[in-house]
C-alpha cells in the first residue's frame, strides 16, 4: 500500500519557524513532483510549493523568501521549511507526489493524510 505521511505541523507564534516533513512509502517505482498544499478554513484547498525530481522548485507568491521545500530522492521524502510565520499561514497542509506505483502505468497523485499548522500569539 503506498503512503504519504506527514508530521512537523503545530502551533508556533508569529514569526516563528515549523519544519514539516512527509515521506512516501509502499511499492514506489518513481517519483516526479512532490510538493505542499495548504487549506484553511472556509477556503480552497492551494499550492503553496512544488520540486522536481532534479531540484527545481516554485513557491505560491506569499510564502517566497520564508517558505523552503526541498527533498531527499533516495528517502523518498520531501520537507518544508516555514519561516516567518503569519497568521494567515494558519491551515491544513498536505504532501502532494506524483507516484509511478507497482502494477500501474502512468502516474498518479497521492496525498497525505494533512498536518495542522496554526500561527497565533
Known amino acids: 500500500q503506498v503512503r504519504l505521511v506527514e508530521s512537523g505541523g503545530g502551533l508556533v507564534q508569529p514569526g516563528g519557524s515549523l519544519r514539516l516533513s512527509c515521506a512516501a512509502s509502499?511499492?514506489?517505482?518513481?517519483?516526479?513532483?512532490m510538493g505542499w498544499f495548504r487549506q484553511a478554513p472556509g477556503k480552497e484547498r492551494e499550492l503553496v510549493a512544488t520540486i522536481t525530481s532534479g531540484g527545481s522548485t516554485y513557491y505560491e507568491d506569499s510564502v517566497k523568501g520564508r517558505f523552503t521545500i526541498s527533498r531527499d530522492n533516495a528517502k523518498n521524502t520531501v520537507s518544508l521549511q516555514m519561516n516567518t510565520l503569519k497568521p494567515e499561514d494558519t491551515a491544513v497542509y498536505y504532501c502532494?507526489?506524483?507516484?509511478?506505483?507497482?502494477?500501474?502505468?502512468?502516474?498518479?497523485?497521492?496525498w497525505g493524510q494533512g498536518t495542522q499548522v496554526a500561527v497565533s500569539s
Open positions: 509502499g511499492s514506489i517505482i518513481s517519483i516526479t513532483a
Open positions: 502532494n507526489a506524483d507516484l509511478l506505483v507497482k502494477d500501474y502505468s502512468d502516474y498518479v497523485a497521492y
